[in-house]
């Protein structure tokens, strides 16, 4: 069992920065992929940005690539989105997700979720 908790969402301005967090519980953290996803006020949620057990393999959405960065500490048992040039079609609601096995983009393989942070982006 994984329990997560996300953090250090907020409201910033377009052009700003933010880190997210995502804090774990368990042992175990190390051997989860952890993903990163968001919903937007009326829209499905999407893929944003996915990271190994082991930290060597990022994954992106298109739509976040060169901007995002996906990072994990498994010795603090944390992931971390650092969120670059923010712009208004970031702003969502973003949750983080658990996964054993290999890091995918696909919600729905994800077996432990988050609260999820409001990130807020003002033109």
């Known amino acids: 069992q994984v329990q997560l908790v996300e953090s250090g969402g907020g409201l910033v301005q377009a052009g700003g920065s933010l880190r997210l967090s995502c804090a774990a519980s368990?042992?175990?953290?190390?051997?989860?992929?952890l993903g990163w996803f968001r919903r937007a006020p009326g829209k499905e949620r999407e893929f944003v940005a996915a990271?190994?057990?082991?930290?060597?393999?990022?994954y992106y959405a298109d739509s976040v690539k060169g901007r995002f960065t996906v990072s994990r500490e498994n010795a603090k048992n944390t992931v971390y989105l650092q969120m670059n040039s923010l712009n208004s079609e970031d702003t969502a609601v973003y949750y983080c997700?658990?996964?054993?096995?290999?890091?995918?983009?696909?919600?729905?393989?994800?077996?432990?979720w988050g609260q999820g942070t409001q990130v807020t982006v003002s033109s």
């Open positions: 997700a658990a996964k054993t096995g290999a890091a995918q983009a696909v919600g729905a393989a994800y077996e432990y």
């Open positions: 368990g042992r175990t953290f190390s051997s989860y992929a």
């Open positions: 990271i190994s057990w082991s930290g060597v393999s990022t």
